[in-house]
């Protein structure tokens, strides 16, 4: 009888462990400070969305909106797969889609799934339909007052199966044009931050590495598509030259159903002039 307490018990805190980490959405947050930032944006908060993947937090995402709006954003990017090619389910992300351009402009750019799924143009057009600014290998401007600074977005690789993923990241950045004004570029995926800091982008957000599904206290990510075993880039900000790169754990899963010691994250970035 006592076995089968304590195993019920071992159960039960297994479950709990699981859910949590796969429920309790947890906000990080990070101020990233530049001398080349325009002083009106001293303090603007973005908030980082990625990695959807059709999960719900609450109902009708309402768990997950609450953590949104408590950020207070001026801006929200919406850094790739929102939807999971393998279930897919638009009107379940748009719920809450239809949430976020409450709050403030929102900024998008497609991840795999969105390629993988074949449904780009439904996905992009409803998108527009609600004042989501799409970003498909172009730049626009965030102005305030009569300073202004560069949102660029690009397609992820998989958009072009017929070439490499390093050369079509270059021929995505090469059509977006960027200018020589401070810039941050929304790229799903992390792996190709090289290609990034040479094209000379300030600061990049990221997702797609799930933070490393399973995490191993105390050495970081098991896997991640693109990266493989061990992944060195999975969560947190990264460096190279003057580039800085913001990579989300995202908040949903894909082929691996569940994370483990990994809860799901909304990334708070706020802006510092230095």
Not at 76 to 102: M, P, W
Not at 146 to 151: E, G, R, T
Not at 240 to 243: E, H, I, P, T
């Given at each position: 009888?006592k076995k089968?307490i304590?195993l019920?018990?071992l ?12 429920k309790?959405?947890q ?5 990233i ?5 325009p002083?009106a944006?001293n303090g ?8 959807l ?9 309402s768990s ?9 954003p ?29 709050m ?5 750019v497609?991840?795999?799934h ?5 449904n780009?143009?439904e996905i ?7 004042d989501?600014?799409?970003?498909e ?8 007052g ?6 660029a977005?690009?397609n ?32 799903h ?5 090289p290609?990034?800091?040479?094209a000379?982008?300030?600061v990049?957000f ?15 990510g ?6 493989g075993?061990?992944?060195?880039v999975?969560e947190g900000?990264?460096e190279?030259?003057?580039?800085k790169?913001?990579v989300?754990?995202g ?6 159903p569940?994370?483990i ?9 706020t802006l510092?002039k230095?």
């Open positions: 009888m089968m304590v019920m018990l159960v039960i805190l297994a479950w709990s462990g699981i859910w949590i980490s796969n309790w959405v906000t990080t947050e990070y101020t400070a530049s001398e080349e930032l002083a944006f603007a908060t973005i908030v980082q969305v990625s990695d993947h059709n999960a719900t937090f609450g109902k009708d995402q997950l909106i609450k953590k949104v709006a408590a950020a207070n001026d801006v929200i990017f919406l850094t790739g797969d929102l939807i999971d090619s393998n279930r897919y389910d638009l009107e379940a992300s748009l719920v809450l889609v239809d949430a976020l351009v409450e403030s402009k929102v900024y998008y497609t991840g795999n969105e390629v993988a799924s074949n780009i143009e992009t057009a409803a998108l527009r339909k609600r989501v600014v799409v970003l290998d172009e730049q626009v401007e965030w102005e305030k009569q300073s202004s600074i560069q949102l977005g690009i992820d690789p998989l958009t072009e199966p017929k070439i490499h993923g390093d050369e079509a990241t270059q021929e995505s950045l090469e059509h977006a044009q960027l200018t020589d004004n401070f810039t941050l570029l929304l790229a995926r992390p792996e190709y931050f290609i990034y800091a040479e000379g982008v300030d990049v990221s997702g797609h590495a799930h933070g490393g599904q399973i995490r191993i206290p105390g050495l970081g098991l896997v991640a598509p693109g990266q075993w061990f992944p060195k999975t900000i990264f190279k030259d003057q580039s790169m913001v989300s754990r908040l949903g899963n894909s082929t691996f569940v994370r010691f990994n809860l799901p994250e909304i990334v708070v970035v510092k230095e």
